[in-house]
T-cell receptor
Framework: AQSVAQPEDQVNVAEGNPLTVKCTYS??????LFWYVQYPNRGLQFLLK??????LVKGSYGFEAEFNKSQTSFHLKKPSALVSDSALYFC????????????FGSGTRLSIRP | NAGVTQTPKFRVLKTGQSMTLLCAQD?????MYWYRQDPGMGLRLIHY???????AKGEVPDGYNVSRLKKQNFLLGLESAAPSQTSVYFC??????????FGEGSRLTVL
């Protein structure tokens, strides 16, 4: 079955330290991958996407993500965390078999301590 | 600057009642989606539409129906609500599949 997994329910990082939020996928064909962020009581907001090309993609708010085909991963990263980065992060994949279906992972809560 | 608007934002139903959630987008997007969000389960796709007059099933379509009679509107219906349908429902639209624009959510409680 085609799916996307976020193995960590919660990630805790000190402000100023680098952060990584992990995502792995299992899809047929070439994946289209996305990261979204959700702040409390809000809808999700698009952060970045990988379609093709450079394996390192840059997005909003200083976030970037690295696509690794051999490890089927698309980890979200930021060199220096801010307290305001604390939120719920979702990885998503566009299914090859049905190009209109977008499937989300279970989410990772990122907590940045001052 | 409306973007994607969902109504109502909150609703409490009794088991067996019916209701409709309305999603409206003013960005002329072709693709529209309904998701439900439950703790620990992320977002699960209920139904989606690739254009006016079309609908398709997602991951968890049972108990829900949808209609897209106008390009800007995507309706999600519950014919006979069940407690298992207590959730937060999100609508999203997209010019192309993937980069989704979400509404603020509709919190539904079924007693």
């Amino acid at each position: 079955a085609q799916s996307v997994a976020q193995p960590e329910d919660q990630v805790n990082v000190a402000e100023g330290n680098p952060l990584t939020v992990k995502c792995t996928y299992s899809v047929s064909g070439n994946p289209y991958l996305f990261w979204y962020v959700q702040y409390p009581n809000r809808g999700l907001q698009f952060l970045l996407k990988y379609i093709t090309g450079d394996n390192l993609v840059k997005g909003s708010y200083g976030f970037e993500a690295e696509f690794n085909k051999s490890q089927t991963s698309f980890h979200l990263k930021k060199p220096s965390a801010l307290v305001s980065d604390s939120a719920l992060y979702f990885c998503a994949v566009r299914l090859y078999s049905s190009a209109s279906k977008i499937i989300f992972g279970s989410g990772t809560r990122l907590s940045i301590r001052p | 600057n409306a973007g994607v608007t969902q109504t109502p934002k909150f609703r409490v139903l009794k088991t067996g009642q019916s209701m409709t959630l309305l999603c409206a987008q003013d960005m002329n997007h072709e693709y529209m989606y309904w998701y439900r969000q439950d703790p620990g389960m992320g977002l699960r796709l209920i139904h989606y539409s690739v254009g006016e007059g079309t609908t398709a099933k997602g991951e968890v379509p049972d108990g829900y129906n949808v209609s897209r009679l106008k390009k800007q509107n995507f309706l999600l219906g519950l014919e006979s609500a069940a407690p298992s349908q207590t959730s937060v429902y999100f609508c999203a639209s997209s010019p192309i599949p993937g980069e989704l624009f979400f509404g603020e959510g509709s919190r539904l409680t079924v007693l």
